[in-house]
């Protein structure tokens, strides 16, 4: 099995449950396997034939899947075919009732109207299995219920002894048994796998639908495409894909659309040069969900809340599939959530519609989620998640904003039980507003206290929060026919026992990015995963990424040539792994996980050769040997129990900590737009360490040349001029102590770090040349010590190298002014973003000259709602240069601080 696997697939190892359920198929017994998108289920079934020699019949729900996968199989030099209308090789019923095919694919429609001598003749050749694949689509409770699947028993009929097997991503119990009972299965082997997909990270955030929101999204899926990364994004109606279409055009951005109103040729078109990558975005409606099988797409944008859970779950799944980091964002409406009539009116009975709405509210809920998104989607399929925070959703990466919102809850929970409690959220809210409409009027409940005492926040905060609410059960929705209403449940009702109009227990509650939208009267758009970018080239270095990019080129060329995808003729895995090891012989090409035989004999030479071409260009050696750890596919990130880092800071840290670069590297990292600061690089690393994140404080007093002999140095000073300012500090010491090092030794101090791992100062440091590991202890001083204390640094004692082989020191002086000034360093330590201490002001005569920082500038912007130009910056933060404003622009538009539109610059 391992060697077919090997020699077909390039895979050296089954992944999890495989091996067992082709075992368990050869052994001719029915199989029903529920497995996460991407795990490995299509190899379940294509297994068999070729180890069998006989042919598996696959049941699939759309010819572009179909022949995506034929297209797929053959580049791995296994028979495969496909029978529809839309097939046009006449020999290929023929061909396949003879036997001649491995895999055999065909519509259900289709499997239904072949002959029974099609089928006697193909069980006389040879047919060892028949998969159903989506095999959800059998059940009436399932999402995409499919007639023509429920007739699929009837070959039970003209296949006798043959096994047949149920795959399909999404299943809940009912779902699994309506497949048992429909395929007619006898004592199946069940295979229940997890749906975690561990290389997805999860996000949601508010749209308010309007242009500056649609600009900020086609700006970022530019970012996307300009890395080549393919993107989908769904809409939940036509005009919405068209609009975000017209959009990318209009910014000069190649896209593809596809949408059920769309030709069938123009769809099959679009499809065609998506997966080819002849552009890298595709805007679709749902028309496209299961009929995509491109394992490379690194991100799925849903705009609007889908219309279930279920479905958000198989959409964004057909993200990532093949193991790399990817990125799944919604953006949701409100307006959203008024869809559900639509939605429902697809239902024939009463049970449907329940149905319906009950996955529609599962979706609604995972959008006003504050909680961890991995583990409500988990548990909504059943399946028990342990942690609380997975590390790798927005909600368990960003910062939460949590405040007390007693007041605010009291007064719209007290608003909903003295109206009754049997109406939508809409009346409570409005009488909160104040409205006067007719139906409040003719209620009385103007009359109420609570009328008009909650007009400052606009309606859908009150909602925002009403969500907030019911998700923590003060509050509990409940449906009559379509219709939702709210009361208090419970525990609100305890919550208003214990308040009065004057005073009210705490209750803090995060801001959802509704709510502080809505309060701050912006937009708010999505971040989008800026900071995951970069893991696509994960564990390569600069010349190593710049090898796999032409690798991607060569790969395009041989997919043109031989007319396919560039993933059927290899994985962006293996190629990774090719760019890594760069083999020279075809043994060793052949060694690479993902490498098949095929692919070996067709174009093993021609990449051999490319490879030691590129290799010789770029002054790379060939064969090398990568540790298994930059080979394997990891999880997005994790995230040590850390909510309130950023996702650039929280990369920053990853990438030095877990992923070992150095500040350079971070700060040049391939994967980014544009290059950042080593000193941003380090301040982010700092920020991480404050917030708790583990940092081999050894290895980074290393790279930033603190010695033991510094540190104490430090310590010294700081004993006689305090740490209350960097500057004094500074001052005392031998000019080349950084002011980072400095910062580091103070934060190590406050956080109780010992000095003991550090470098006793050989190499680096600015230290007297104290040959052994010794620490001069507080009492006995050394001659640098002497010399700090006294202000008369005498520089001839100091090794040459201060900075040691860190790039840091070369202009460390104006970026340490710029970043550290002569603040406070209590603010410094706390991380003074967005402070208005933090901005620093120099007196030069009368005139107060004010130096740009990343807080100063943000801060600063804060009091301009229509943005401010590049000019007036420059004239505002006079004690800066140009060129440092304009970096400190790009970082923090890169960062998704700040954004730019006709060069004015506004706060996000
Ligand atoms: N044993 C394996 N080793 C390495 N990669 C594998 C292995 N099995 C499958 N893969 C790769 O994983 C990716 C997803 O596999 P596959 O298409 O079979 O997933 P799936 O479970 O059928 O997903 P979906 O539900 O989306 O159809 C493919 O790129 C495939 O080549």
Same mark, same amino acid.
């Given at each position: 099995?391992?060697?077919?696997?090997?020699? /077909?697939?390039?895979?050296?190892?089954?992944?999890?449950?495989?091996?067992?359920?082709?075992?368990?198929?050869?052994?001719?017994?029915?199989?029903?396997?529920?497995?996460?998108?991407?795990?490995?289920?299509?190899?379940?079934?294509?297994?068999?034939?070729?180890?069998?020699?006989?042919?598996?019949?696959?049941?699939?729900?759309?010819?572009?899947?179909?022949?995506?996968?034929?297209?797929?199989?053959?580049?791995?030099?296994?028979?495969?075919?496909?029978?529809?209308?839309?097939? !046009?090789?006449?020999?290929?019923?023929?061909?396949?009732?003879?036997?001649?095919?491995?895999?055999?694919?065909?519509?259900?429609?289709?499997?239904?109207?072949?002959?029974?001598?099609?089928?006697?003749?193909?069980?006389?050749?040879?047919?060892?299995?028949?998969?159903?694949?989506?095999?959800?689509?059998?059940?009436?409770?399932?999402?995409?219920?499919?007639?023509? /699947?429920?007739?699929?028993?009837?070959?039970? *009929?003209?296949?006798?002894?043959?096994?047949?097997?149920?795959?399909?991503?999404?299943?809940?119990?009912?779902?699994?048994?309506?497949?048992?009972?429909?395929?007619?299965?006898?004592?199946?082997?069940? !295979?229940?796998?997890?749906?975690?997909?561990?290389?997805?990270?999860?996000?949601?955030?508010?749209?308010?639908?309007?242009?500056?929101?649609?600009?900020?999204?086609?700006?970022?899926?530019?970012?996307?495409?300009?890395?080549?990364?393919?993107?989908?994004?769904?809409?939940?109606?036509?005009?919405?894909?068209?609009?975000?279409?017209?959009?990318?055009?209009?910014?000069?951005?190649?896209?593809?659309? /596809?949408?059920?109103?769309?030709?069938?040729?123009?769809?099959?078109?679009?499809? =065609?040069?998506?997966?080819? *990558?002849?552009?890298?975005?595709?805007?679709?409606?749902?028309?496209?969900?299961?009929?995509?099988?491109?394992?490379?797409?690194?991100?799925?944008?849903?705009?609007?809340?889908?219309?279930?859970?279920?479905?958000?779950?198989?959409? @964004?799944?057909?993200?990532?599939?093949?193991?790399?980091?990817?990125?799944?964002?919604?953006?949701?409406?409100?307006?959203?959530?008024?869809?559900?009539?639509?939605?429902?009116?697809?239902? =024939?009975?009463?049970?449907?519609?329940?149905?319906?709405?009950?996955?529609?509210?599962?979706?609604?809920?995972?959008?006003?989620?504050?909680?961890?998104?991995?583990?409500?989607?988990?548990?909504?399929?059943? +399946?028990?998640?342990?942690?609380?925070?997975?590390?790798?959703?927005?909600?368990?990466?960003?910062?939460?904003?949590?405040?007390?919102? @007693?007041?605010?809850?009291?007064?719209?929970?007290? %608003?909903?039980?003295?109206?009754?409690? &049997?109406?939508?959220?809409?009346?409570?809210?409005?009488?909160?507003?104040?409205?006067?409409?007719?139906?409040?009027?003719?209620?009385?409940?103007?009359?109420?206290?609570?009328?008009?005492?909650?007009?400052?926040?606009?309606?859908?905060?009150?909602?925002?929060?009403?969500?907030?609410?019911?998700?923590?059960?003060?509050?509990?929705?409940?449906?009559?026919?379509?219709?939702?209403?709210?009361?208090?449940?419970?525990?609100?009702?305890?919550?208003?026992?214990?308040?009065?109009?004057? &005073?009210?227990?705490?209750?803090?509650?995060?801001?959802?990015?509704?709510?502080?939208?809505?309060?701050?009267?912006?937009?708010?758009?999505?971040?989008?995963?800026?900071?995951?970018?970069?893991?696509?080239?994960?564990?390569?270095?600069?010349?190593?990424?710049?090898?796999?990019?032409?690798?991607?080129?060569?790969?395009?060329?041989?997919?043109?040539?031989?007319?396919?995808?560039?993933?059927?003729?290899?994985?962006?895995?293996?190629?990774?792994?090719?760019?890594?090891?760069?083999?020279?012989? $075809?043994?060793?090409?052949?060694?690479?996980?993902?490498?098949?035989?095929?692919?070996?004999?067709?174009?093993?030479?021609?990449?051999?050769?490319?490879?030691?071409?590129?290799?010789?260009?770029?002054?790379?050696?060939? *064969?090398?040997?990568?540790?298994?750890?930059?080979?394997?596919?990891?999880?997005?990130?994790?995230?040590?129990?850390?909510?309130?880092?950023?996702?650039?800071?929280?990369?920053?840290?990853?990438?030095?900590?877990?992923?070992?670069?150095?500040?350079?590297?971070?700060?040049?990292?391939?994967? $980014?737009?544009?290059?950042?600061?080593?000193?941003?690089?380090?301040?982010?690393?700092?920020?991480?360490?404050?917030?708790?994140?583990?940092?081999?404080?050894?290895?980074?007093?290393?790279?930033?040349?603190?010695?033991?002999?510094?540190?104490?140095?430090?310590?010294?000073?700081?004993?006689?001029?305090?740490?209350?300012?960097?500057?004094?500090?500074?001052?005392?010491?031998?000019?080349?102590?950084? /002011?980072?090092?400095?910062?580091?030794?103070?934060?190590?101090?406050?956080?109780?770090?010992?000095?003991?791992?550090?470098?006793?100062?050989?190499?680096?440091?600015?230290?007297?040349?104290?040959?052994?590991?010794?620490?001069?202890?507080?009492?006995?001083?050394?001659?640098?010590? %002497?010399?700090?204390?006294?202000? =008369?640094?005498?520089?001839?004692?100091?090794?040459?190298?201060?900075?040691?082989?860190?790039?840091?020191?070369?202009?460390?002086?104006?970026?340490?002014?710029?970043?550290?000034?002569?603040?406070?360093?209590?603010?410094?330590?706390?991380?003074?973003?967005?402070?208005?201490?933090?901005?620093?002001?120099?007196?030069?005569?009368?005139?107060?000259?004010?130096?740009?920082?990343?807080?100063?500038?943000?801060?600063?912007?804060?009091?301009?709602?229509?943005?401010?130009?590049?000019?007036?910056?420059?004239?505002?933060?006079?004690?800066?240069?140009?060129?440092?404003?304009?970096?400190?622009?790009?970082?923090? +538009?890169?960062?998704?601080?700040?954004?730019?539109?006709?060069?004015?610059?506004?706060?996000?």
């Amino acid at each position: 099995m391992e060697s077919t696997l090997k020699e /077909y697939f390039g895979f050296s190892k089954f992944r999890p449950y495989q091996k067992e359920i082709v075992e368990k198929i050869l052994d001719g017994k029915d199989s029903l396997v529920v497995m996460a998108t991407g795990s490995g289920k299509s190899l379940c079934y294509q297994v068999p034939p070729l180890i069998a020699k006989k042919t598996t019949v696959v049941i699939s729900p759309l010819i572009s899947l179909m022949q995506d996968q034929v297209m797929a199989l053959k580049q791995r030099g296994i028979r495969a075919e496909y029978l529809s209308s839309a097939q !046009t090789n006449r020999s290929a019923h023929g061909n396949a009732e003879s036997g001649q095919y491995d895999v055999l694919y065909m519509t259900p429609e289709k499997a239904c109207v072949l002959t029974t001598s099609f089928w006697s003749r193909l069980l006389i050749s040879g047919i060892c299995l028949l998969a159903v694949d989506e095999a959800h689509c059998i059940s009436e409770w399932g999402h995409d219920f499919r007639v023509e /699947y429920k007739q699929l028993g009837r070959l039970r *009929d003209v296949l006798p002894n043959v096994p047949f097997v149920g795959l399909t991503a999404t299943a809940t119990e009912k779902v699994r048994s309506d497949i048992i009972s429909s395929l007619k299965m006898k004592n199946p082997h069940v !295979t229940i796998g997890s749906f975690d997909r561990e290389n997805l990270f999860y996000g949601v955030k508010y749209s308010d639908r309007s242009s500056a929101f649609m600009d900020e999204l086609v700006k970022e899926i530019s970012k996307y495409t300009n890395s080549r990364s393919s993107t989908i994004v769904y809409c939940t109606t036509v005009k919405d894909a068209e609009q975000i279409f017209k959009s990318l055009n209009e910014e000069g951005i190649e896209a593809g659309i /596809y949408h059920g109103q769309m030709s069938n040729k123009a769809r099959e078109e679009s499809h =065609r040069a998506f997966i080819r *990558d002849e552009f890298y975005v595709m805007v679709a409606t749902i028309a496209f969900g299961m009929g995509i099988d491109k394992p490379n797409i690194r991100h799925v944008i849903h705009y609007g809340c889908p219309k279930s859970l279920e479905s958000y779950y198989q959409e @964004s799944g057909r993200c990532g599939r093949d193991g790399i980091p990817s990125t799944c964002w919604l953006y949701y409406a409100r307006s959203d959530f008024a869809k559900a009539d639509f939605y429902c009116s697809e239902a =024939r009975t009463a049970e449907q519609r329940k149905a319906i709405m009950e996955s529609f509210m599962a979706a609604q809920r995972y959008c006003m989620l504050t909680t961890c998104r991995r583990k409500y989607l988990l548990e909504y399929f059943g +399946e028990k998640y342990g942690s609380v925070n997975c590390g790798t959703c927005d909600n368990c990466t960003n910062s939460k904003n949590e405040s007390d919102m @007693s007041r605010e809850a009291f007064l719209l929970m007290a %608003c909903i039980k003295s109206c009754g409690g &049997h109406w939508g959220l809409n009346l409570p809210v409005d009488v909160l507003r104040g409205s006067r409409s007719k139906k409040i009027l003719d209620a009385q409940f103007d009359k109420l206290p609570f009328h008009g005492l909650g007009k400052e926040m606009p309606a859908n905060w009150w909602k925002a929060l009403a969500d907030q609410l019911i998700s923590r059960d003060y509050l509990v929705e409940t449906f009559r026919d379509m219709y939702k209403t709210v009361r208090v449940g419970p525990k609100g009702v305890d919550f208003l026992n214990s308040c009065s109009p004057d &005073h009210q227990p705490p209750l803090y509650l995060p801001s959802t990015s509704e709510m502080v939208g809505d309060k701050k009267g912006t937009d708010v758009v999505g971040d989008a995963g800026d900071g995951f970018a970069p893991l696509k080239f994960e564990g390569l270095s600069q010349a190593e990424a710049q090898f796999y990019k032409m690798l991607v080129e060569e790969r395009m060329k041989i997919a043109k040539k031989t007319g396919t995808a560039p993933y059927a003729v290899c994985g962006d895995q293996t190629l990774r792994r090719i760019a890594l090891t760069r083999p020279s012989t $075809r043994a060793r090409l052949a060694n690479i996980d993902g490498v098949n035989q095929h692919f070996l004999n067709t174009h093993g030479d021609c990449l051999l050769q490319s490879i030691q071409h590129l290799s010789k260009e770029m002054n790379l050696a060939l *064969d090398g040997e990568p540790n298994t750890e930059t080979l394997t596919p990891r999880k997005v990130i994790t995230v040590p129990n850390n909510k309130r880092l950023l996702p650039a800071k929280f990369e920053a840290w990853k990438m030095w900590q877990e992923d070992g670069l150095t500040v350079h590297k971070i700060a040049n990292f391939p994967g $980014r737009a544009a290059p950042i600061k080593e000193n941003t690089v380090i301040e982010y690393i700092l920020e991480a360490a404050r917030e708790g994140c583990a940092i081999d404080w050894t290895r980074f007093c290393e790279e930033i040349g603190l010695t033991q002999q510094i540190f104490t140095n430090v310590q010294h000073v700081v004993l006689k001029v305090g740490k209350e300012k960097l500057k004094p500090i500074k001052t005392e010491l031998p000019e080349e102590v950084t /002011y980072t090092q400095i910062k580091v030794c103070l934060l190590m101090q406050e956080m109780g770090t010992s000095a003991e791992g550090i470098s006793s100062g050989h190499h680096h440091g600015c230290g007297v040349d104290r040959s052994s590991n010794e620490v001069p202890k507080l009492s006995e001083g050394s001659d640098l010590l %002497c010399h700090a204390v006294e202000g =008369r640094p005498n520089r001839e004692s100091l090794v040459d190298n201060v900075n040691g082989g860190s790039s840091l020191g070369k202009s460390e002086d104006a970026v340490s002014d710029l970043l550290f000034g002569s603040e406070n360093t209590e603010q410094l330590l706390s991380g003074a973003d967005g402070s208005p201490n933090s901005r620093k002001r120099q007196k030069v005569g009368q005139i107060a000259v004010v130096e740009a920082t990343e807080s100063s500038i943000l801060h600063w912007l804060e009091n301009f709602d229509d943005g401010v130009s590049l000019s007036d910056l420059l004239e505002h933060f006079s004690g800066s240069k140009e060129e440092a404003i304009v970096d400190l622009l790009n970082n923090l +538009e890169g960062e998704f601080s700040i954004f730019r539109k006709n060069d004015v610059y506004k706060l996000m």
